[in-house]
């Protein structure tokens, strides 16, 4: 990602993050560590998905106030080939859109937390 659309995707998710707050209609946003996995709710800010061009979707949920979490779901080009499962999420996670809010469970990782579910919420 290039570092102009880093920083406007920091500038809209601090201005969504703005924009919501004190709003208590969507839900809490929260994030939660139980069993080894991080479940995280929240609205989604930013996507960016690069699975047509073998790469993977990273995105981005406000939470708690000003904080940020960072979602990531791998390429879908894998030897073996993803199972129906694995295809299924990547599905739910590209009907996501900037705005909703979603809930992800993932794996803490170095670089976001790796996507295993997904849903998206009612707002």
Same mark, same amino acid.
């Given at each position: ?51 047509? !061009?073998? *790469?993977? +979707?990273t995105? =981005? ?6 904080? /940020? $979490?960072?979602?990531? %779901?791998?390429? @879908? ?16 996670i590209?009907?996501?859109e !900037?705005? *909703?809010? +979603?809930?992800? =469970? ?6 976001? /937390? $790796?996507?295993?579910? %997904?849903?998206? @919420?009612?707002?």
């Amino acid at each position: 990602m290039s570092s102009v659309r880093r920083v406007l995707s920091r500038a809209i998710a601090v201005a969504v993050v703005a924009a919501s707050a004190g709003c208590s209609s969507g839900g809490p946003a929260s994030v939660t560590e139980a069993g080894g996995l991080v479940t995280v709710v929240g609205q989604l800010t930013a996507i960016d998905d690069a699975t047509p !061009v073998d *790469g993977g +979707v990273t995105l =981005t949920v406000a939470v708690q106030g000003e904080a /940020i $979490e960072t979602l990531t %779901f791998g390429s @879908l080009f894998t030897s073996p080939p993803p199972g129906e499962e694995r295809i299924a999420l990547y599905q739910r996670i590209a009907e996501a859109e !900037v705005g *909703g809010r +979603v809930r992800a =469970t993932g794996e803490r990782r170095e670089a976001g /937390i $790796e996507i295993v579910a %997904f849903e998206i @919420l009612e707002s």
